[in-house]
């Protein structure tokens, strides 16, 4: 089992966790190509439910090669999550390095229309040495 990284941050009540890891299976380090998988755990911790609407995220590779990536929602849905749930998907990047970070934000929406961004603290993407 490979190591995985991890990052946590908590906003208005709303704590995101990531847990990274490398996708040997879907690289081609001939080509340049490191697949990584991410499983984002959104879990909220207050009162009211929240509605994620969109995301943000900023990748940066080793070479400090950054790309921002914005849209609506996380794997085509934009969820309600009610106190005390937990929502949870996976989906993956593709760096033309072996390492690299991801950090970025969801835009959260209370029921009074209110809005506030939910840190996504920053997480290494790294393919392990012992691939080398």
Request: no cysteine; proline share 8%; charged share 20%.
């Amino acid at each position: 089992m490979q190591p995985k990284t991890i990052s946590t941050a908590i906003t208005d009540a709303v704590r995101v966790t990531v847990q990274s890891r490398y996708l040997p299976e879907q690289s081609s380090p001939a080509q340049q190509q490191y697949a990584f998988a991410y499983t984002v755990g959104i879990e909220n911790l207050g009162p009211i439910s929240v509605h994620l609407r969109s995301r943000h995220w900023i990748i940066e590779n080793a070479e400090g090669k950054r790309e921002e990536v914005r849209g609506p929602g996380v794997v085509g849905a934009q969820p309600v999550i009610e106190p005390g749930e937990r929502f949870q998907y996976t989906s993956g990047a593709m760096l033309r390095t072996p390492r690299g970070t991801m950090r970025g934000s969801y835009r959260m929406q209370r029921p009074d229309g209110s809005h506030f961004e939910a840190e996504i603290a920053r997480f290494s993407l790294e393919q392990p040495h012992s691939l080398n």
